[in-house]
């Protein structure tokens, strides 16, 4: 992968001498890109201090819709204020698919200086802040699946790019839209050359945008891809995971195509996970959490090769999983993938290379001492992977700081999530349940994250669940229309 670039606001001018305008996004809390093109002139002169940004982006929904409570950041109010957005210099990219436009992100700052409570970038950052004062960091991975659906060309469309999705669901019920591929053709070697120039062009456009693939192949599923992000600090791989749908969106309208990172597309399927792999290292790179001399009096064998700070970490996660469920499963449809019998987790659970479980160990004896990591298999792709990992830290963290232990059993080889023999509580079955649960006086997440945040997010989760109570389905039409 290349190395991240260090760029002086006085090495800009050298950088952009051949460009006349520059692409800056921010992320708001659906984990949406939020941007313009700037001008160079006007580029050059706000890189250091930043610049007025409409705070609305955090006062409305992912369809700009405002919010039916008022939050404290952006409202009537206020103005809907702007805010002050700070291009991240170190974020300097290029767009390979609009001509080598130069982009940078940006992280949106009060009018006092500090960070916006529901920043993702900015509360990803402050959580890992928490860590450096201690002389620590964090490492990450992510892994996202996802379908892909192509709208059939019609006669008088030559450009595939032009096809429709919102349009051709206007005339066509869900179900009828075809995906990218048929049958379940999970890391087939001869199912991506049917696209292959989509296939490679992702893989090729991530490596020239500085979202290195470290392996990318069909998943189960029809028309579902999945990637595996390159390793590394673990804000630069939020970052990441977030342009990586970027890249996906931005390729695929050439070919017609339309990924979908529901949680839950497609009904009697598995549902797109996003996975999130955690470890934390020394000021020189040291993995922490792998135990040099195997602990023969452990606990639980699983955790033999795992040090006390990655056992104090884990007990943290499994501690405050439950009252941070929002942030791993933000969506309505997010609880419709988190079911039994469908390879996604149901409970509070972990175990050693446990692919069922909440929380995945990967440590000694099956991996290198240097690997020795939690997979977190709870976020589905549907989730802001900035909070999925702010999360993730802040709780492992916690949990390291008090000292916590592991207070139930990892899940044997032969045992399921949510089985007789599982005794951890069971997960939030709803946004609803999740979300009243994340905002209780008394929740975790208060705790590391601050009543801010936990208002703001919760009230956007809330408008959610509102317009899902308002929302006549299809499955409601087909079963009462000629019943009842």
Same mark, same amino acid.
């Given at each position: 992968?290349?190395?991240?670039?260090?760029?002086?606001?006085? &090495?800009? /001018?050298?950088? $952009?001498?051949?460009? *006349?305008?520059? =692409? !800056?996004?921010?992320?708001?809390? +659906?984990? %949406?890109?939020?941007?313009?093109?700037?001008?160079?002139?006007?580029?050059?002169?706000?890189?250091?201090?930043?610049?007025?940004?409409?705070?609305?982006?955090?006062?409305?929904?992912?369809?700009?819709?405002?919010?039916?409570?008022?939050?404290?950041?952006?409202?009537?109010?206020?103005?809907?204020?702007?805010?002050?957005?700070?291009?991240?210099?170190?974020?300097?990219?290029?767009?390979?698919?609009?001509?080598?436009?130069?982009?940078?992100?940006?992280?949106?700052?009060?009018?006092?200086?500090?960070?916006?409570? &529901?920043? /993702?970038?900015? $509360?990803?950052?402050? *959580?890992?802040? =928490? !860590?450096?004062?201690?002389?620590? +960091?964090? %490492?990450?991975?992510?892994?996202?699946?996802?379908?892909?659906?192509?709208?059939?060309?019609?006669?008088?469309?030559?450009?595939?790019?032009?096809?429709?999705?919102?349009?051709?669901?206007?005339?066509?019920?869900?179900?009828?839209?075809?995906?990218?591929?048929?049958?379940?053709?999970?890391?087939?070697?001869?199912?991506?050359?049917?696209?292959?120039?989509?296939?490679?062009?992702?893989?090729?456009?991530?490596?020239?945008?500085?979202?290195?693939?470290?392996?990318?192949?069909?998943?189960?599923?029809?028309?579902?891809?999945?990637?595996?992000?390159?390793?590394?600090?673990?804000?630069?791989?939020?970052?990441?995971?977030?342009?990586?749908?970027?890249?996906?969106?931005?390729?695929?309208?050439?070919?017609?195509?339309?990924?979908?990172?529901?949680?839950?597309?497609?009904?009697?399927?598995?549902?797109?996970?996003?996975?999130?792999?955690?470890?934390?290292?020394?000021?020189?790179?040291?993995?922490?959490?792998?135990?040099?001399?195997?602990?023969?009096?452990?606990?639980?064998?699983?955790?033999?090769?795992?040090?006390?700070?990655?056992?104090?970490?884990?007990?943290?996660?499994?501690?405050?999983?439950?009252?941070?469920?929002?942030?791993?499963?933000?969506?309505?449809?997010?609880?419709?993938?988190?079911?039994?019998?469908?390879?996604?987790?149901?409970?509070?659970?972990?175990?050693?290379?446990?692919?069922?479980?909440?929380?995945?160990?990967?440590?000694?004896?099956?991996?290198?001492?240097?690997?020795?990591?939690?997979?977190?298999?709870?976020?589905?792709?549907?989730?802001?992977?900035?909070?999925?990992?702010?999360?993730?830290?802040?709780?492992?963290?916690?949990?390291?700081?008090?000292?916590?232990?592991?207070?139930?059993?990892?899940?044997?080889?032969?045992?399921?999530?949510?089985?007789?023999?599982?005794?951890?509580?069971?997960?939030?079955?709803?946004?609803?349940?999740?979300?009243?649960?994340?905002?209780?006086?008394?929740?975790?997440?208060?705790?590391?994250?601050?009543?801010?945040?936990?208002?703001?997010?919760?009230?956007?989760?809330?408008?959610?669940?509102?317009?899902?109570?308002?929302?006549?389905?299809?499955?409601?039409?087909?079963?009462?229309?000629?019943?009842?």
């Amino acid at each position: 992968m290349a190395l991240t670039p260090h760029i002086t606001v006085e &090495a800009l /001018p050298d950088i $952009l001498k051949n460009d *006349t305008k520059v =692409k !800056l996004a921010g992320i708001d809390v +659906d984990g %949406m890109l939020r941007g313009k093109i700037v001008s160079k002139k006007k580029f050059l002169s706000v890189a250091k201090e930043g610049f007025g940004f409409c705070s609305v982006i955090f006062g409305w929904d992912m369809h700009d819709r405002l919010y039916d409570q008022e939050l404290k950041i952006s409202n009537k109010q206020n103005g809907y204020r702007d805010l002050i957005a700070v291009p991240d210099l170190n974020s300097f990219r290029r767009l390979p698919w609009e001509d080598d436009v130069p982009f940078f992100l940006v992280s949106f700052f009060d009018d006092d200086g500090k960070p916006i409570c &529901a920043d /993702p970038r900015g $509360l990803l950052g402050t *959580t890992v802040e =928490k !860590l450096r004062r201690e002389g620590y +960091d964090a %490492m990450a991975g992510a892994e996202l699946e996802f379908f892909q659906f192509k709208v059939p060309s019609s006669p008088s469309t030559a450009d595939p790019s032009s096809s429709s999705v919102a349009s051709y669901l206007d005339s066509n019920p869900p179900n009828a839209l075809p995906p990218l591929t048929e049958g379940m053709f999970g890391y087939s070697v001869t199912r991506p050359t049917l696209n292959k120039s989509y296939y490679h062009e992702v893989y090729d456009a991530c490596a020239k945008f500085r979202c290195d693939l470290e392996g990318w192949h069909t998943e189960s599923g029809p028309g579902v891809y999945e990637a595996a992000l390159e390793f590394g600090q673990i804000s630069e791989m939020a970052d990441r995971a977030s342009l990586f749908k970027y890249v996906v969106k931005s390729v695929a309208s050439g070919y017609g195509i339309t990924p979908c990172f529901m949680a839950k597309p497609k009904h009697g399927l598995p549902g797109s996970s996003g996975h999130t792999h955690v470890s934390v290292v020394d000021k020189d790179g040291k993995n922490l959490f792998f135990r040099a001399e195997k602990d023969d009096n452990a606990k639980y064998p699983d955790i033999a090769h795992l040090s006390d700070l990655g056992r104090h970490f884990l007990a943290g996660i499994l501690d405050g999983l439950p009252d941070v469920m929002p942030m791993l499963a933000p969506t309505i449809n997010s609880y419709k993938r988190l079911v039994e019998n469908f390879w996604a987790p149901v409970t509070v659970s972990w175990g050693l290379e446990h692919r069922a479980a909440s929380v995945r160990l990967i440590a000694p004896p099956t991996s290198k001492p240097g690997a020795t990591r939690f997979e977190v298999r709870v976020p589905g792709a549907d989730a802001n992977p900035h909070f999925v990992m702010a999360a993730i830290l802040a709780l492992g963290w916690r949990g390291v700081e008090k000292k916590l232990e592991i207070t139930i059993p990892p899940l044997g080889k032969d045992q399921d999530t949510g089985s007789s023999s599982d005794q951890g509580a069971r997960l939030a079955r709803s946004l609803r349940e999740a979300t009243n649960r994340f905002m209780s006086k008394d929740s975790i997440a208060r705790e590391v994250f601050g009543d801010d945040f936990v208002d703001h997010y919760g009230g956007t989760r809330e408008n959610e669940i509102r317009l899902w109570d308002e929302a006549v389905t299809d499955w409601e039409l087909k079963r009462y229309i000629e019943t009842v």
